[in-house]
């Protein structure tokens, strides 16, 4: 007897091609092991045709539930979710993968944690030239997945996915800067420098090291000037020589200091 993947799992994947994803489905034709469903379901896979990959291991999984491809099979239908733009249905099922395999290779290598804090990255929104520049938009998300990638670089530091979740906050970090710089800087232009120095503070704390840090640090140091904590503005400033001695904002640090 064939059994399909559950309607509501069918219903999303093919939403997810009607709104620009790959047309139609191929056949499925199940076989008589679970090694050679799981292949089909593979190179499903493999080709981007998420229903019929999940069609497949779930079929493995009704079909043969004490087969090892079983738990593959599960793992297998959160990379479809993945791979079919589902992105938080992606994160449940490796959260439920985690919780009950906690043992398994793909968890020990940091596999599922990476594809979670992935799916939070492909959620992070695009620039688009009709809309403000995507610093200035709420960073909800791109929170999220700094947070969750921050935590995978952490527990799994000799992960082989370790490089590409590098990348990946990297770009976050240089995401999150721009937003807490453009915050600084509203504030600072409509008269609040102790909004202008909490902002600042995390900037340089939480999301520093990019290009933003003088900047931050010539700026940090006016708005402490400006609410009277000259010693606090003296040492932003001295930071600021030493950090960064060749920065246009070097000299004006420096003449600020009396130097």
Known sequence: MRRIVPIALTLLLAFSFACGGKKGTSAVKYAVTAQLNYERGMKMLGSEDWIAAAKYFDFIKARFPYS?????????IADARFGAKLYLQG?????????????????????????IGESFYKMVPDDF????????????????????????KERYPKSPYLKRSQK??????????????????FYWERGKPMGTVLRLRRLLSVH????Y????????????????????ARRTWQRLLSEHPTHK???????????
């Open 68 to 76: 090892k491809y079983a738990v593959l099979a599960e793992l297998r």
């Open 91 to 115: 994160v449940d099922a490796y959260k439920t993968f985690i919780k009950f395999h906690p043992t398994h290779d793909m968890v020990a290598n940091g596999y599922c944690d990476f594809r």
């Open 129 to 152: 030239w009709l809309l403000p520049p995507s610093h200035e938009k709420d960073q909800s998300s791109t929170s999220d997945a700094f947070r969750t990638l921050r935590r995978f």
């Open 168 to 185: 990946m906050l990297l770009k976050l970090v240089k995401r999150l800067a721009a937003h807490e710089w453009y915050v600084a800087r």
């Open 208 to 211: 520093g090291g990019t290009s």
């Open 213 to 232: 840090d003088p900047e931050a640090l010539w700026l940090l140091g006016r708005a402490y000037r400006r609410t009277g904590m000259t010693d606090r």
């Open 249 to 259: 904002r070097a000299a004006e640090a420096k003449a600020a200091l009396g130097g």
